[in-house]
Every structure is written in C-alpha cells, then in structure tokens.
C-alpha cells in the first residue's frame, strides 16, 4: 500500500521532530523558505530547563517531556549535540530564596536547594542572593546541530527536503490538500494527503493563521569568548540572563522584546544581556562578542502552550507556537504525531487548535 504524503512546511525544531517521527508512517516533503534551523531554532541559546521562570515553576508533562528529548536526540544519534549535566539557577533577588526552596521540597525528584555556601564551594565564580537551585535533568542543546541531525535520521527514512521554497498558501479539498509554494520567485502548486504547518513566526504572512492569537516576542543572544582564565566545568547557569558553555566559548540571553519593527541586532539589548550576566557571573568581564544571533519566538498568548491540531480542515494540521521551551515541546509533540494525525480527538485539550477552528467535522470521540 501507497504511504499516504504529507508536506511539513518549516525545517525548525518543530518541522524537524515532526519529520522524524512521521517519516516512519508517511512520505514526507519537508520545504523550508530559507534554510534549515533559520528562524527561532537559530538562535535559540537551548537550555533545557524544566523549572522555569521567577517562580520555578515545572513545565508542562515535564517527564514526558524530558523522556521524549531523550528518545529524539538517540533517535537522531544527535547525543553530542546535548549536555545534559544538569542547570544551576542562581537565586537573582533575596525574595527568590523562599520560591526555590518550595520548588526543592515540592519537586524533590527535579531539584535539589544549595545554601550560598553550597553554592559558593562548588562554583565559587558564580554570583546569587542567597544559594541556587541544581536541576540534575538539566542541560542544553546545541539547536542548529540537533535539527540538522534530525534532518539527516529523517531523509534516511525516506523524507525529502528543499530548502528556499516558501508555503504561501493551500486550498484543503475532501480527497486533497493543493500546497501553493513559491522558490525563485516561481510559484508552484502541489498536491499532499496532508499539510503540517510548522513555520514559526512564518505565521504573520498568512492570512488563513491569524485567527491563531499569536504573538511574536523578539530575542537576541550573543557567543562570546572567554579570557583565559575564566572558570572551566561551569554547567548551563539560567539566573539573570543566561549563560551556556559551548567549548572554550559561551552563549549569553536573551533579550525579550514584544514590540519590534525588524529582525536586526540592537546595541541597547547586547549591552543588557552583557550586563545582567556578568552581574551573575563576573568572569564575563572582558569576554569578546564573536556572534550576535536574533529570533522570534511564538507564542500563544491565551495559553502560553504550543497550539496543535487540524486547523479547519482534517488535511491541514499547525504545529506552532512553541514559546520559550521549544526543546521540553517539540519532541513531546512530535513523537504524539503519527497518531493524532489519525485521531485528531487525542490531541490535549490543553494544546489543541481552539474549538471555533477545528474542522466542522472535528468530535471528541473517536469517529468510525
Ligand atoms: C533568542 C531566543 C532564545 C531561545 N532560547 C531557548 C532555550 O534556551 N531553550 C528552549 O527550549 N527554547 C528557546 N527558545 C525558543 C525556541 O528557539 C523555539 O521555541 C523553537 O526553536 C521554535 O521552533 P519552530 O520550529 O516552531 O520555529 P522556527 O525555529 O522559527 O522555525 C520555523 C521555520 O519555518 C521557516 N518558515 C517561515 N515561514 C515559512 C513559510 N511560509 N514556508 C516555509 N518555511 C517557512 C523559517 O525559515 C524557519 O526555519 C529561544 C528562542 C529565541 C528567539
């Protein structure tokens, strides 16, 4: 039996886990309007940070989660591209002290408090306000690394890709879905079982997802290089800014801007980046910026959860909206696809496309 064929449009970490995963069961098109890894993925600094924000609050299914970026990066045999040593998050205020500390008794089993002491003995280079929570299931990933790992495991199942050649629209049919693309300025229509629509902020040019409620927030991070006697064996730090070790370089974040006008490196927010990490970690005083990179990232403003599902058609599904924790959702997702592409009422109400957007035909039992 003929597989049926699926077009993922976006060749970030979303479009890359979900061709891995789906390659097994379709034959998979992946187009891509510039190259892989080109959008939010590029620039991502890729902690893996299961207890976020002020609060340290734990992610979404945070062990299904951390299982399923396990099972992505073995599957893509992408393990070098992942330190999973664990994340130290230094306390940035005095009030933090008692949040950590309820995080610690709370999530035992994800994060262990450390006195100053504690902290100052193991890592007497990094600054905080009273101690510092270690997550143990921690770590970062080198993100363009892994996507392109991804892509590689995925095309040896059979996907295809094609970078520089942009989704521009799609006309959903009973028996079809017609994928209107444009590549060198030639505008082409092609027919597909199915459209998985994963471009990120792509998502501002078409029309048929604005109903989404997406935001864009702009960010920026800088690689910079260390003096010869900063401190070595440092794990990721997430604190204020982050600081991720990357060989004898390090990469620092991030900005967060919710009103831009273009995607160009601002001076103003490499100066803040470098201020609030060094404020953390000194060593930084005199480290060279080697690399400036800038993304977006999207988000689901009602929700703040990454948004999936068949969006007003069966054949015509979004992946999108991945936030700030695009490493602890895109496998987490993508390894769901395969089968909630064939019963779609599987999907987590939490996740899924909004109930005003889903296909006429959409049920919350399964349908026979
Ligand atoms: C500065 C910054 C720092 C971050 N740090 C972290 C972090 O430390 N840890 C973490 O987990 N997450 C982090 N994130 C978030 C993470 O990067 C994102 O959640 C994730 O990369 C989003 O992946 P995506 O595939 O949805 O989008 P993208 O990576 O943006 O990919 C979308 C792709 O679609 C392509 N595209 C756009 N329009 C079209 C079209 N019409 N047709 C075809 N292709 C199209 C783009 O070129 C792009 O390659 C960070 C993000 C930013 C911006």
Redesign the pocket.
């Known amino acids: 039996m003929p597989r049926p064929s699926l077009c993922i449009?976006?060749?970030?970490?979303?479009?890359a886990c979900a061709a891995l995963y789906l390659s097994d069961a379709y034959d998979v098109h992946l187009?891509?309007?510039?190259e892989a890894?080109?959008?939010?993925?590029g620039?991502?600094?890729?902690?893996?940070n299961p207890l976020m924000g002020r609060r340290a609050k734990l992610t979404w299914r945070a062990s299904e989660a951390w299982a399923a970026l396990e099972e992505t990066v073995a599957r893509a045999r992408a393990k070098r591209t992942f330190d999973s040593r664990g994340v130290l998050r230094p306390t940035t205020e005095p009030k933090q002290v008692r949040f950590f500390k309820q995080a610690a008794s709370e999530h035992p089993a994800w994060c262990d408090w450390w006195t100053a002491e504690k902290l100052s003995a193991r890592y007497p280079s990094v600054q905080a306000h009273g101690g510092a929570l270690w997550l143990p299931k921690g770590g970062a990933v080198d993100?363009p690394a892994f996507v392109r790992a991804l892509l590689v495991r995925a095309r040896t199942q059979g996907a295809t890709y094609t970078p520089h050649t942009?989704?521009t629209g799609w006309t959903a049919h009973d028996d079809h879905v017609a994928v209107h693309t444009e590549s060198g300025g030639a505008a082409t229509t092609h027919r597909y079982d199915y459209l998985m629509c994963?471009?990120?902020?792509?998502y501002a040019?078409?029309p048929a997802l604005e109903p989404l409620d997406l935001h864009g927030i702009k960010?920026?991070?800088l690689t910079v290089q260390c003096t010869g006697d900063a401190p070595s064996g440092l794990p990721p730090i997430s604190g204020r800014g982050y600081v991720v070790p990357d060989g004898d370089r390090w990469v620092l974040?991030?900005s967060y801007e919710h009103d831009f006008d273009d995607l160009r490196p601002s001076e103003q927010a490499t100066q803040r980046i470098l201020q609030k990490t060094r404020s953390m970690l000194p060593a930084l005083q005199g480290a060279t910026v080697h690399n400036i990179a800038v993304?977006?990232?999207?988000k689901h403003e009602p929700t703040n959860l990454p948004l999936v599902g068949p969006l007003q058609h069966q054949r015509t599904w979004v992946f999108?909206a991945?936030?700030?924790?695009?490493?602890?959702t895109?496998p987490l997702i993508a390894r769901r696809l395969p089968q909630w592409l064939k019963e779609s009422h599987r999907v987590p109400a939490e996740v899924r496309v909004p109930r005003t957007l889903l296909p006429d035909s959409w049920s919350p039992t399964p349908t026979r």
Do not use: D, F, W, Y
């Open positions: 449009a976006g060749a970030g970490l979303a479009g187009i891509e309007a510039n890894a080109s959008g939010a993925s620039a991502a600094a890729g902690l893996v993100v942009r989704l994963c471009i990120g902020q792509g040019a078409l960010g920026q991070t974040g991030s993304g977006v990232r999207v999108l991945l936030g700030s924790k695009g490493l602890l895109a």
